[in-house]
């Protein structure tokens, strides 16, 4: 395995799941951190021109790195916002969906309660029996900052502690710059052609993280990548150990009898936000409980094999929190909660117990 921290020489432009073409829409926003998918796309690019692979030989790049479908055993996990402070990178993650202010400058947060319904709560279809809570008085029109340090995030999971979220600002900052088409044998402007573009700056001490677990054990171990919209560049490094902090992802053993799931990446569900079955993922029973979730991403890309569009579909977004229940004896079945693109890093998950308020 090698985690690999990647900082940027320039502005960045990773584009949501939304079409961005000439005559049909003049503005393109950015979904920052990128998905796992663009991610993927960003290091198999890499290593392609690491064992000097043409980007136009199909048929090379098929048997080298496979395609999203066949990712010929890459597994990776992120990417995740990163800060480097006194020699060591720090991830920094979504603020989990359940936190709520404890303060009207929402400068800290704590988990909400989980409260019986006595009406049940029926969404989607589905009847929730618990419903999430204010845990205090406080009404404000203040938001949290989107981001939690790994121990914040830890110490609000398992302990339910407050903790002070960062708002992404801190971290990396948007520029909006004006383009328009130019007609090369006029050598002007083409009329209705104004576009508007959304690039990311990451601060000064800000990266990505993003960790290859398994596959391409000769990828160089630092270099400058293309990444992204244009091309931009990310200068990247393998951190070495002392550099990081591990992290616990999913969980070993039998769970708790009341656990919650915390999703770090986006997940993607045939149903939207859940599964077709929540079983395919443990090991017995489980029963749902309640759930916070923020509004779906759309995500998509672009097929550099197939040069086509790929079709955008709706994700869970990171940050996502669904409470769980089981009678016991129940372990996941596999570490990675989602039904498509584990192994490029989608539906990786923390979990910690919860306790009804009425239990």
């Known amino acids: 395995m090698s985690i690999l921290f990647m900082q940027a020489e320039d502005v960045l432009l990773f584009r949501d799941g939304r079409p961005f073409n000439a005559k049909s829409d003049h503005e393109a926003r950015s979904l920052f951190p990128p998905p796992p998918s663009v991610m993927q796309g960003v290091l198999r690019s890499h290593y392609l021109a690491h064992k000097n692979i043409s980007l136009n030989d199909s048929q090379a790049i098929q048997a080298l790195v496979g395609d999203s479908a066949n990712p010929k055993g890459l597994r990776l996990r992120g990417p995740f916002l990163a800060w480097r402070e006194n020699g060591r990178v720090v991830r920094y993650l979504p603020t989990?969906?359940?936190?709520?202010?404890?303060?009207?400058?929402?400068?800290?947060?704590?988990?909400?309660?989980?409260?019986?319904?006595?009406?049940?709560?029926?969404?989607?279809?589905?009847?929730?029996?618990?419903?999430?809570?204010?845990?205090?008085?406080?009404?404000?029109?203040?938001?949290?900052?989107?981001?939690?340090?790994?121990?914040?995030?830890?110490?609000?999971?398992?302990?339910?502690?407050?903790?002070?979220?960062?708002?992404?600002?801190?971290?990396?900052?948007?520029?909006?710059?004006?383009?328009?088409?130019?007609?090369?044998?006029?050598?002007?402007?083409?009329?209705?052609?104004?576009?508007?573009?959304?690039?990311?700056?990451?601060?000064?001490?800000?990266g990505l993280v993003v960790e290859i677990l398994e596959g391409y054990p000769d990828f160089p171990p630092q270099g400058v990548m293309r990444?992204?919209?244009?091309?931009?560049?990310?200068?990247?490094?393998?951190?070495?150990?002392?550099?990081?902090?591990?992290?616990?992802?999913?969980?070993?053993?039998?769970?708790?009898?009341?656990?919650?799931?915390?999703?770090?990446?986006?997940?993607?569900?045939?149903?939207?936000?859940?599964?077709?079955?929540?079983?395919?993922?443990?090991?017995?029973?489980?029963?749902?409980?309640a759930v916070a979730l923020s509004r779906y991403q759309v995500l998509g890309g672009y097929d550099l094999l197939k040069k086509e569009q790929k079709p955008a579909r709706r994700f869970v977004p990171a940050g996502s929190v669904y409470y769980f229940s089981h009678a016991g004896g129940v372990q996941l079945s596999q570490q990675v909660i989602t039904e498509d693109g584990a192994a490029l890093g989608f539906g990786q998950v923390m979990i910690a117990s919860w306790k009804p308020e009425s239990a």
């Not at 656990?259 to 489980?286: H, L, R």
Request: charge should be negative; hydrophobic fraction near 35%; proline fraction near 7%.
């Open 96 to 206: 989990p969906a359940d936190a709520y202010p404890v303060d009207e400058k929402a400068e800290r947060v704590v988990p909400m309660k989980a409260a019986k319904n006595p009406g049940g709560c029926v969404w989607d279809g589905a009847t929730l029996p618990y419903l999430l809570q204010r845990p205090n008085n406080i009404i404000t029109k203040s938001a949290p900052g989107e981001y939690l340090s790994e121990k914040a995030l830890l110490e609000y999971l398992e302990q339910g502690r407050e903790v002070a979220p960062v708002k992404a600002t801190d971290l990396y900052v948007t520029e909006r710059r004006l383009g328009i088409q130019t007609d090369p044998q006029r050598l002007s402007t083409v009329e209705g052609m104004l576009y508007e573009v959304e690039f990311i700056r990451l601060r000064e001490d800000a």
């Open 227 to 289: 990444a992204g919209g244009e091309g931009r560049a990310l200068r990247y490094t393998t951190l070495k150990e002392g550099e990081f902090t591990p992290l616990s992802w999913g969980y070993t053993g039998e769970l708790p009898r009341f656990f919650k799931v915390y999703f770090a990446t986006p997940a993607y569900f045939s149903q939207g936000w859940k599964p077709a079955s929540w079983q395919a993922f443990f090991t017995g029973e489980v029963r749902l409980e």
